[in-house]
């Protein structure tokens, strides 16, 4: 039974997630329950899935492979409030809809919608995938998809915990259309006949979406799917943000008629329509206007069909150029030094995670460097005014506010990299190598050019040089410009830091995948 159920969650295998069970608090706003989670740093194996099915642990899986693949995704369906949640709604909308999934309650009552594949397929198709699934289920685009990550370079991402978490008294179990619990065999069993070819997903996909859209005026079709989904019956709420995110479509499509047919769109796909006087004085404002689709404003927001809008000549990437590129999922990590982490989209419409000092998010150089490190293109810049208003439109609604996974702390995150320059690593041989950045070990210490450590550094490392000192001088003893005889007449100023044992960490640090030319 363990190796069927291995093979319905494999993914990434080199590292794997866990949630202490025996620790966990309450949430009593939510009604969550909330265990510590961490990263194991090992590599999982069958008996890791057997324990965690007897119920000694608790594990969690990415489902991105280290090359971008997985054969499963899970839509994480999270309320605002558990206590009211109905998750049958839910199971009903499965069944109407025919959808091929099998829905797992999560710890905390919520619900795990799971896809599993009989073939591996790229990450980005399987969040796709997930992603057409929303509108139908009457899921906001907000809802949380694993896998989180499309590609894993410097971490590895965000796991998803596992259903059947001691399977004999479990409350992380399968459910039938009619909301009843299945065994772990009947899980099994039903995900087995769920599973699809990725030529089917395909076809179940372009299905959902022509379903989506079906009634949705032509004009449409080579635009935002949003306006076209929202052009099937007259728009009573929201017509001032149709209406605008409608004039940067027919600029775009319409050149210098665009002011004809924005009246025309008035007329056709809102009531009441505005008066001649309202929608003069709003063609006069948005004759200079280049800021591009609001995305996130109601009601576009909740119709969104990204990954077809980026496909589409009119969409919203003929308008990257103009507009900084799409921020969301902002949460923040209350570190002694508080970190930001964010998703962006990259111009080919991918995500990518990101992380930067929270106080540094409002400095648009820094942010634009952040970017530019970590998702591998440069934004381009705007305005003072219009970064403002990007601000305030990105930070709503407010950040998640998190504390640190046990075991992430400033301190624990450093010492895989100060073990794997100063242990594992090229070290020197001789005194002098220190001048060409290797790490020396003499009685009792590691001496070591600043300079050469921080360049070891990933790109996501979210605290300054100077910050990382003051971690060191505090947590390690560190002493910088420490004058050190490396031979005749020859002194060196370097860091002397007191040597690291092996068994201050649990794991040998796992080599960063190269990240090539960009």
């Given at each position: 039974?363990?190796?069927?159920?291995?093979?319905?969650?494999?993914?990434?295998?080199?590292?794997?997630?866990?949630a202490?069970?025996?620790?966990?608090?309450f949430?009593?706003?939510?009604?969550?329950?909330?265990?510590?989670?961490?990263?194991?740093?090992?590599?999982i194996?069958?008996?890791?899935?057997?324990?965690?099915?007897?119920?000694?642990?608790?594990?969690?899986?990415?489902p991105c492979?280290?090359?971008?693949?997985?054969?499963?995704?899970?839509?994480?369906?999270?309320?605002?409030?558990?206590?009211?949640?109905?998750?049958?709604a839910?199971?009903?909308?499965?069944?109407?809809?025919?959808?091929?999934?099998?829905?797992c309650?999560?710890?905390?009552?919520g619900l795990?919608?799971?896809?599993?594949?009989?073939e591996?397929?790229?990450?980005?198709?399987?969040?796709?995938?997930?992603?057409?699934?929303?509108?139908?289920?009457?899921?906001?685009?907000?809802?949380?998809?694993?896998?989180?990550?499309?590609?894993?370079?410097?971490?590895p991402?965000?796991?998803?915990?596992?259903?059947?978490?001691?399977?004999?008294?479990?409350?992380?179990?399968?459910?039938n259309?009619?909301?009843?619990?299945?065994?772990?065999?009947?899980f099994?069993?039903?995900?087995?006949?769920?599973?699809?070819?990725?030529?089917?997903?395909?076809?179940?996909?372009?299905?959902?979406?022509?379903?989506?859209?079906?009634?949705?005026?032509?004009?449409?079709?080579?635009?935002?799917?949003?306006?076209?989904?929202l052009?099937?019956?007259?728009?009573?709420?929201?017509?001032?943000?149709?209406?605008?995110?409608?004039?940067?479509?027919?600029?775009k499509?319409?050149?210098?008629?665009?002011?004809d047919k924005?009246?025309?769109?008035?007329?056709?796909?809102?009531?009441?329509?505005?008066?001649?006087n309202?929608?003069?004085?709003?063609?006069?404002?948005?004759?200079?206007?280049?800021?591009?689709?609001?995305?996130?404003?109601?009601p576009?927001?909740?119709?969104?069909?990204?990954?077809?809008c980026?496909?589409?000549?009119?969409?919203?990437?003929?308008?990257?150029?103009?507009?900084?590129?799409?921020?969301?999922?902002?949460t923040?990590?209350?570190?002694?030094?508080?970190i930001?982490?964010?998703?962006?989209?990259k111009?080919?419409?991918?995500?990518?995670?990101?992380?930067?000092?929270?106080?540094?998010?409002?400095i648009?150089?820094?942010?634009?460097?952040t970017?530019?490190?970590?998702?591998?293109?440069?934004?381009?810049?705007?305005?003072?005014?219009?970064?403002?208003e990007?601000?305030?439109r990105?930070?709503?609604?407010?950040?998640?506010?998190?504390?640190?996974?046990?075991?992430?702390?400033?301190?624990?995150?450093?010492y895989?990299?100060?073990?794997?320059?100063?242990?594992?690593?090229?070290?020197?041989?001789?005194?002098?190598?220190?001048?060409g950045?290797?790490?020396?070990?003499?009685?009792?210490?590691?001496?070591?050019?600043?300079?050469?450590?921080l360049?070891?550094?990933?790109t996501?490392?979210?605290l300054?040089?100077?910050?990382t000192s003051?971690?060191?001088?505090?947590?390690y003893?560190?002493?910088?410009?420490?004058?050190?005889?490396i031979?005749?007449?020859?002194?060196?100023?370097?860091?002397?830091?007191?040597?690291?044992?092996?068994?201050?960490?649990?794991?040998k640090?796992?080599?960063?995948?190269?990240?090539?030319?960009?």
């Amino acid at each position: 039974m363990v190796e069927e159920f291995v093979k319905l969650f494999t993914g990434l295998t080199d590292n794997f997630g866990k949630a202490d069970m025996s620790k966990v608090v309450f949430d009593t706003k939510r009604n969550k329950i909330k265990p510590p989670y961490v990263w194991t740093g090992y590599a999982i194996t069958s008996t890791h899935y057997q324990e965690h099915l007897d119920g000694k642990i608790s594990i969690g899986i990415q489902p991105c492979t280290r090359e971008g693949k997985v054969s499963f995704g899970c839509i994480d369906v999270d309320p605002a409030n558990y206590k009211g949640f109905k998750i049958s709604a839910l199971l009903f909308l499965i069944e109407k809809h025919k959808l091929p999934v099998v829905a797992c309650r999560s710890k905390s009552g919520g619900l795990h919608i799971y896809l599993f594949l009989k073939e591996e397929i790229s990450a980005q198709t399987m969040r796709d995938s997930l992603t057409t699934f929303l509108l139908p289920l009457k899921l906001k685009p907000t809802t949380e998809l694993y896998p989180k990550q499309v590609e894993l370079i410097d971490t590895p991402g965000q796991f998803i915990n596992l259903p059947y978490q001691n399977k004999k008294e479990t409350t992380r179990y399968a459910l039938n259309k009619n909301n009843e619990p299945l065994s772990l065999e009947e899980f099994i069993k039903t995900a087995h006949d769920s599973q699809l070819t990725a030529s089917k997903l395909n076809d179940l996909v372009t299905k959902c979406n022509e379903d989506i859209l079906k009634g949705g005026d032509p004009e449409f079709t080579d635009g935002p799917p949003c306006l076209q989904r929202l052009s099937i019956n007259k728009l009573t709420d929201g017509r001032d943000r149709f209406l605008y995110n409608y004039m940067v479509f027919a600029k775009k499509k319409y050149k210098d008629q665009w002011e004809d047919k924005v009246v025309s769109a008035n007329q056709n796909y809102i009531s009441p329509s505005f008066g001649n006087n309202i929608i003069q004085s709003k063609l006069r404002s948005w004759r200079k206007d280049t800021a591009g689709h609001t995305c996130n404003d109601d009601p576009i927001h909740d119709v969104c069909l990204k990954h077809i809008c980026l496909q589409r000549p009119h969409g919203v990437i003929s308008d990257r150029t103009k507009a900084f590129p799409h921020i969301y999922g902002l949460t923040i990590i209350k570190y002694t030094i508080p970190i930001l982490r964010f998703m962006v989209e990259k111009p080919d419409g991918k995500p990518a995670e990101c992380e930067i000092l929270r106080d540094d998010f409002p400095i648009q150089r820094k942010l634009r460097n952040t970017i530019y490190g970590q998702a591998h293109f440069m934004p381009e810049p705007l305005s003072p005014i219009k970064y403002d208003e990007f601000l305030n439109r990105v930070k709503t609604p407010k950040p998640t506010v998190i504390d640190p996974p046990e075991g992430a702390s400033s301190r624990a995150q450093l010492y895989p990299y100060l073990y794997e320059f100063c242990i594992n690593g090229t070290r020197a041989t001789k005194k002098s190598e220190i001048r060409g950045g290797l790490c020396w070990t003499e009685g009792g210490y590691h001496h070591f050019l600043w300079t050469a450590f921080l360049e070891t550094l990933p790109t996501r490392w979210h605290l300054t040089p100077n910050d990382t000192s003051i971690l060191l001088k505090k947590d390690y003893e560190a002493e910088f410009g420490h004058s050190y005889n490396i031979g005749p007449n020859q002194t060196i100023r370097c860091v002397k830091l007191k040597q690291l044992h092996i068994d201050q960490i649990e794991h040998k640090p796992t080599k960063k995948k190269e990240e090539g030319n960009f």
